[in-house]
């Protein structure tokens, strides 16, 4: 199994070390789609998957989950949490045993989801119904020091409620003068590099784990679907996600490093638990 970069206590530790004056931000894969951004002294999850819910889940059936990467911390140690994500309901992105600790050490803590899924993200959590904020593409809401942008997001396809609101999004978090892309789970479809590239995202969080009919999941963009995606819209930094989780259902971030040597593509691929902050930016 692979050991992340930074775990448990030294994982804490280095959060608690990060400079919370400057302008820079600081970011922390959690593995899967999960990021930790700080900025100011405020703390951004996005989608964050810290059990092994999937792998008990599955243990006895034809599609085991079998975890590759430790967990980088529990959830429950993340006590200083000010706004988390869920970008729809798959539950590597809404998980019970991941959010319910985050909600108990975090009382103040904001929930954003998908308006959908209000229904389902209350009866998976046991919480009242006006607890989770909900967002739909063409809105925004701002939370804390953090502004949110919805996009859709197609897994496979952009899949919407009767209302016409999608079921699966991605976000464009805008703080400062930052702005990133958490696309959530996509493939790319029509018109999506119009959607974002007015936002001239500086790095985008994108997954390369692909489409594979024959995983019997939904799928993804893979990693030079991803690479073009980040270079169409003129990301300034792309980070690859949704691989080494389980091994049914990965990728190797080799091939995306090599896809964006190829067009220059500037790109960072971390370890699980491992820090990045925006300073590598400029």
């Known amino acids: 199994m ?15 070390s990060t400079d919370k004056d400057s302008d820079r931000f600081y970011l922390w894969w959690l593995g899967q789609s999960g990021f930790l951004i700080q900025w100011k002294g405020q703390h951004l999850l996005l989608d964050p998957y810290l059990s092994d819910s999937l792998t008990r889940k599955y243990a006895d059936t034809d599609k085991p989950h079998v975890r590759m990467t430790e967990l980088a ?3 429950s140690a993340l ?3 000010d706004v988390c994500t869920s970008s729809h309901n798959h539950t590597d992105h809404l998980d019970a045993e991941t959010l ?9 803590m904001q929930l954003l989801i998908p308006e959908a899924n209000r229904d389902f993200v209350c009866e998976r959590l046991g919480c009242d119904q006006t607890y989770p904020i909900g967002l739909n ?5 701002a939370l804390g020091s953090f502004t949110f942008h919805g996009v859709p997001a197609a897994h496979n396809t952009i899949e919407k409620d009767p209302l016409g609101r999608c079921k699966f999004m991605g976000f464009i978090v805008e703080f400062g003068h930052w702005k990133l892309y958490h696309s959530g789970d996509t ?5 999506m590099e119009d959607i974002l590239r007015p936002y001239q995202v500086n790095l985008a969080m994108l997954p390369i784990n692909g489409n594979k009919p024959e995983r019997r999941v939904a799928g993804n963009l893979d990693h030079e679907e991803a690479v073009r995606l980040a270079n169409t819209i003129g990301a300034r930094l792309v980070i690859p996600c949704h691989y080494d989780m389980f091994t049914f259902n990965t990728a ?4 995306f490093a090599r896809a964006c040597e190829k067009i220059q593509q500037p790109y960072k ?3 699980c638990g491992e820090p990045w902050d925006s300073d590598q930016l400029l």
């Open 187 to 191: 493939l790319w479809y029509e018109g």
């Open 269 to 271: 691929v971390l370890q």
């Open 252 to 255: 190797d971030p080799a091939d």
């Open 137 to 141: 593409e063409n809105e925004q809401v």
């Open 79 to 81: 006590d200083f949490i």
């Open 100 to 108: 319910l600790p985050l909600m108990q050490a975090n009382p103040n």
């Open 2 to 16: 692979i050991t992340p970069f930074l775990q448990d206590a030294a994982f804490l530790e280095n959060i608690r």
């Open 73 to 75: 911390i529990d959830p």
